[in-house]
């Protein structure tokens, strides 16, 4: 089958397109697709970086849509439209995927909307509500917000509560987007402190949880927006890894809870938990359109390292994907 | 009445008994107490140094024991044997108690006893279980095994559930009182690495919950004893507040929580709600004596500074209590 290769030149990660790629084995519990769609995510330009690929898959791609073609399971027989998480291999002809995994794909919505809703919707359901412990009318900064999982958490915040939405960005036209999606205050984090403005239109209380993907950089600046009782959940290092200077102080005295998290590497079991409970949330607001996949740009599969530079420039706005199919 | 006087000169703060102290005014759903015995805890330290008392009360002290001398409780009438917390005004002859707070004193211990259980074993329960999220079969690091809190949570940890519990403390001495209370691994922390004994102890997959008192000073090596999915409690800074270098990738990929906590600014409701889920739990244990609090010694009132300074001191193995009689 037709696949992106990676290889290893003098540690120089190359990826290109072989036609002649072993197809994946599936097992029992999983479904055989046809991709139709993956999507480009950070952990994929980390596993090119260091060369290792999540479960010890060869071919990158965390996420597909497409249509199975092999299945033992009653709810996804073969010819379904499914998307999902799958342990690597989305950068493919066919994938295999856990059926725990899998989730309908709405007829409403088109196989690269649907490779662009898994990753960051879970991944913005997961932090607000499993372990951000967002409540109906509490606060919440999302740093990034015209990234894939900020316009995935501004839309989940926005339908399923009534929280007040601040949001992080470094444009006005960027802004304009969280906006649309329903951000309630706008920070262009290039012309001011957000920290100056979270205090500001909270009166002094700061945010009840803060998603970041920023890291060192935001660190001190996070705290101090940050509510007695905030939970701070960290899910991204773009601006650093190494904070120089924490005060347990600070963290104790405000009683706050920071949480690392990564999605890729949790357990299968894990996944399809949080697939299950994000289906019944959120089905039918993306069949009615309430919800929806912010695509980006749509490249194919010959154009995979470009697609991966114009990530690691932080050029865009809502999600990269790849379409198997050249037409 | 007779009560412990704070009093500044030159902001340096002085301990001493006043006979002639108000009474303190009893309001709805509050217990008048006459105060048989209170305890020392690190806030009391903390608040002399920095004058700032809980909820504006000048007198120092957040738990006593008592007999209750005036209530409108059907559950604590006059006559009732009690001990809990209160917001301040322990070091004194009566004292007011929420009923939320209040706790039945079983007769199978003495006042002393009694005073010796509200803070460190709900704070134990309450960092073990409810921020902790302590599994029947995971493992705990539980630091300062000997502290007040750690003789606690040793206990708890012990009775209510299977974990496998490691203790750090200074002295062999110390050490005797952890595995006597239910400890399993006891780390002299003064002659080894405790994070290369948990990591070897574990087979490198580290501990899943640390309750910590140390903060800075231990921060890194917190981190190294960590288990996927860990959970770091943060209760106390007495190694200092200040962390160097933080590396929140480590944070990310083992998927690490930590939680600042105190418990005395929490709210009277939330105390309430830990008070009574804690007599559910332990409150059969204690009168059976499975369950006991660990009283290092008792001082006079008149003796409070000494009391204090002996604390300061970190001399002591579990609580120290101060009576309000002298005899």
New interface residues.
Partial sequence: MKAVELSFKEKQATLKVNEKMAMPVREKDQLRIKVAAAAVNRTDLVAKQTGNLPKGNTILGVEVSGTVVESDSEQFPCGSRVMGLVNGGGYAEYAVMNVGNAMPLSDQLTFEEGAAIPEVFLTAYQTLFWLGELMPTQSVLIHAGASGVGTAAIQLARKLTNAKIFVTASSANKLQLCESLGADTLINYKEEDFSHRIMKETAGQGVDLILDFI??DY?ARNLDSIADDGRLI????LGG??????????????????????LT??SDAYKAKLTKEFIEKTSALFASGELKPIIDSVFTLNEVEKAHKYMADNKNKGKIILKTTES
Same sequence: chains 1, 2.
């Fill in positions: 890291g060192a660190w960290l899910i991204g290092i890894s190494i904070v120089e200077n924490v005060n347990l102080m600070t963290v104790m005295q405000k009683r706050i809870t920071i949480k690392g998290t990564l590497p949790r």
